[in-house]
C-alpha cells in the first residue's frame, strides 16, 4: 500500500496559479485512477480531477479549463496545475489512490 505525500500548496491572489504535486511511497503505474479532491471550510470533500493509468482525465465542473491532472509514472507522482485560481477554490487539496489519502496541502486563493 503506497503513502502519498502532497506539496505544492500556499497563499495565492485571485488569478493566480500553483502546482500541487503528489508523491508515491511506491510505484503507481498499476494503479487504475489516481485523483485530487479538496474540502473547504464546512464543506464535504469533493472530487476535482482523476487520471487513469491510461491517462484519461476527469474533471469537476469547477475545475474544467482551468486545472490539469497529469501524472508521471516514472517519478512515482501525480500533478495538479492550477490556473486562473479564485477565492472559491480554497480548500485543503488531497490526492487519493484506492483507499489511501495523503494529509493533504492548503491552497488559500486570496488578496
Known amino acids: 500500500q503506497v503513502q502519498l505525500v502532497e506539496s505544492g500548496g500556499g497563499l495565492v491572489q485571485p488569478g493566480g496559479s500553483l502546482r500541487l504535486s503528489c508523491a508515491a511511497s511506491?510505484?503507481?503505474?498499476?494503479?487504475?485512477?489516481m485523483a485530487w479532491y479538496r474540502q473547504a471550510p464546512g464543506k464535504q470533500r469533493e472530487l476535482v480531477a482523476g487520471?487513469?493509468?491510461?491517462?484519461?482525465?476527469n474533471y469537476a465542473d469547477s475545475a474544467k479549463g482551468r486545472f490539469t491532472i497529469s501524472r508521471d509514472n516514472a517519478k512515482n507522482t501525480v500533478y495538479l496545475q492550477m490556473n486562473s485560481l479564485k477565492p472559491e477554490d480554497t480548500a485543503v487539496y488531497y490526492c487519493?489512490?484506492?483507499?489511501?489519502w495523503g494529509q493533504g496541502t492548503q491552497v488559500t486563493v486570496s488578496s
Open positions: 487519493k489512490a484506492i483507499f489511501t
Open positions: 487520471i487513469s493509468s491510461g491517462g484519461s482525465t
Open positions: 511506491g510505484s503507481i503505474s498499476r494503479i487504475a485512477v
